[in-house]
């Protein structure tokens, strides 16, 4: 088997509208004697990161690795505020994923040789995520799988949900599943590239002729003709890292990704009042508006240091400034909930919420799995962002009730609910019934596992009343010589 060399283009979200820092790293990352093992890490002085991998692509179709990079280029639009974040592109240079598949059934290779290369790659890299999949054919159209796994982090804080007790002591439990399948994106190749695309000019020596498109989708090809720098395109088509751009008034070209940011076709606002609608941007006011909803955008133009929108509000079109939206409408909806990580991990706990919740509307039919994990994940979120606000428990606990109705055979979701509930003393005895249907479902839960540690640890030590009330220590006891670990 021949090796494959992963070639890892790295970016780092330094911060709102300060413009990322790109770097480029060469890792053999795929050998017949270690597939997924990188030589070299990338991103090394980031603390929080994920890696995205190139698409296998058993039907040719030329898209395993453009759309991993517009996932890659999502997930990096979803974090630009964030500093200490960021993503990498794991791609294969040589073209040798379809030789390692070779004549394998494709889920048999990607649920088990590519998972793994994808697991070994995130734990070299030391990245907290990886996410992975395979471009396939459905008809007229293909459709992409894709999957995020995490890696065990050195710190387990962001896996955690922790809660607080009135006599000071604090319990954690692990919430979050190490795997997640992902929405599938559907659709004609047309359809996944509908929407605008900006130029953006990436040399350190600038663009004086504005940006080049070309005859072919090769750095080495004639151009056709240059655009300036913030024009908007409108591509129909992606080989590789190059999009093919639609020009009405004469032949189709090809642009390299480095030279585009990837923006939305749809955009949201939550309550947003006195907006300058504006002819065109930082131009004469229309009128002055309040936004609140989703509305479509029909084109994206770049002035000063923001996108700009143009939306139709109360049948009058103009522009608005990005950074006012809630929320952008991704190729991958798994964006938002990528996203809501990154936030819960910076604690930011109110925009991890909308992330999250923003991933649930975007996609209505997901699994029942991958579902009840959101409520879950929504859940921390509140608690952690509202300790000492009793309606940030109630939220979390009706967040776990949900989760329970899509996964009612899930201890986990049990085992969550009961350590919310032992926090408030009046509901101890709900508690245990909590940790009785857990520990019927799965004592192996580690959940549940942490919980009775923990009442079993203030047992020993005669610090029981610490957390139980006095009516339920006798039940307690009984229950703890019940739930043998």
């Known amino acids: 088997m021949k090796r494959i060399d992963c070639l890892l283009f790295c970016i780092i979200a330094t911060g709102f509208n300060v413009k990322a820092a790109l770097a480029a790293d060469v890792a053999a990352c795929f050998s017949a004697q270690d597939m997924g093992g990188c030589n070299r890490q990338a991103l090394s002085h980031v603390d929080f990161k994920s890696v995205v991998l190139q698409f296998v692509d058993p039907a040719d179709t030329q898209l395993g690795e453009g759309l991993a990079r517009l996932f890659w280029r999502e997930i990096l639009d979803s974090i630009s505020d964030l500093k200490g974040a960021g993503v990498i592109l794991a791609y294969d240079r040589e073209q040798q994923i379809k030789t390692l598949l070779g004549e394998q059934n494709v889920q048999v290779f990607l649920h088990n ?22 471009v396939l054919n459905d008809g007229d159209g293909i459709y992409v799988q894709n999957y995020l796994t995490l890696n065990e ?73 240059y655009v300036a720098d913030g024009a908007a395109l409108q591509v129909i088509d992606m080989q590789q890292q190059w999009l093919l751009v639609e020009n009405p008034q004469g032949s189709n070209a090809w642009i390299n990704i480095y030279y ?14 006195q907006v300058n609608l504006r002819t065109k941007p930082n131009q004469r006011k229309i009128a002055s508006v309040d936004l609140d909803g989703d509305f479509a955008v029909s084109d994206v133009l770049k002035s000063g240091d923001y996108p700009w929108y143009q939306i139709k509000v109360d049948g009058q079109q103009g522009w608005v400034r990005s950074d006012i939206a809630s929320n952008r409408a991704y190729i991958f909806p798994a964006v938002h909930l990528i996203a809501g990580l990154y936030r819960y991990n910076a604690q930011q706990y109110a925009s991890a919420i909308n992330e999250f919740t923003e991933y649930l509307k975007a996609v209505p039919e997901e699994d029942n799995v991958t579902r009840a994990s959101v409520f879950k994940l929504l859940a921390a979120s509140e608690l952690a962002g509202n300790q000492a606000n009793t309606s940030g428990f109630s939220r979390a606990k009706d967040y776990l009730k949900l989760a329970a109705t899509y996964t009612p055979y899930d201890a986990s979701v049990y085992s969550q609910e009961a ?7 009046n509901e101890f005895a709900t508690a245990l019934d909590l940790i009785d249907k857990a520990y019927q479902l799965n004592a192996n839960d580690p959940a549940l596992t942490a919980i009775i540690k923990f009442l079993s640890s203030l047992e020993r030590d005669n610090q029981l009343s610490d957390v139980v009330p006095n009516e339920h220590i006798v039940q307690t006891r009984k229950k703890l010589k019940v739930w043998r670990l």
């Not at 350590?419 to 003393?425: C, I, S």
Request: glycine share 6%; aromatic share 12%.
């Open 153 to 225: 982090p050195k710190d387990h804080s962001w896996t955690t949900m922790q809660v607080g007790f009135p006599s000071g002591q604090q319990l954690s439990v692990p919430f979050m599943r190490k795997q997640f399948n992902l929405p599938e994106v559907v659709g004609t190749r047309a359809e996944l590239f509908a929407r605008r695309f900006y130029t953006r000019c990436a040399l350190s020596e600038g663009c004086p002729k504005g940006i080049a498109l070309r005859v072919e989708p090769d750095n080495n090809s004639a151009i056709a003709y």
């Open 419 to 425: 350590l919310l509930t032992m926090a408030k003393r």
């Open 113 to 134: 040789n590519y998972h793994d290369a994808a697991l070994k790659i995130a734990q070299f890299q030391q990245t907290q995520m990886a996410i992975w999949g395979a």
């Open 260 to 273: 585009l940011e990837v923006y939305p076709n749809e955009v949201s606002f939550n309550k947003v009042t």
